[in-house]
């Protein structure tokens, strides 16, 4: 490795095999990119996770596997919404272990980061700075409570499910304060409390 004519960045020289060469000339076509750029984008998800021999983990030493996000979401979407939360709330646990052990736990810009090159939805914030995240991404309350973890770094109330604010005015009330809802887009995602200083 060399350092190139920019200071902040350096040349990498590595020798590829014929079959992986040919890979990523057909990749680069099918992107639409340079070979130089694909090769960057694969080495910056190396900030995010491990890629071993046979398999690939978090950067605290977890075990991946990769799933189709509409699959996911099949899979979330017909659970009970104290599991939705609940779940919600675990995924956003493991984005938070992944900022912390990177030393960037209070970075929103570095979990909303990792959330983009994991797949989990894409990084999106508006000219206001509402950080607006697509409905694609799961149910409702699996989305708050991801949300409220990432930016609050605090655990959803686990009784905000739609049957506990049912008649229960106050529960209700504070449920609106801890969720004002900002209409930035019909399809995605946003709350007050979203938002990058």
Known sequence: MSRGKNSDSSVLTIRI??????????????????????????????????????????????????????????????????????????????INDIARISGRVDDLNYKLDICDNLGFFPKFIDEENFVLVTKKFGPKKFVESFLFRIFNDMEMDLNYSEENLKGNKSLTQKYKNDFKVVNRSESHYSYEFTTLK
């Open 17 to 94: 095999d014929k079959e992986l060469d040919e890979n990523l000339n057909r990749m680069k076509l099918r992107l639409g990119v340079s070979k130089a750029d694909l090769t960057r984008n694969f080495l910056e998800l190396s900030k995010y996770m491990i890629k071993q021999k046979n398999s690939l983990k978090s950067l605290n030493d977890r075990d991946f596997i990769i799933v189709k996000r509409s699959f996911l979401r099949k899979l979330i979407t017909p659970l009970d919404e104290l599991d939705q939360i609940v779940l919600g709330d675990k995924l956003a646990r493991f």
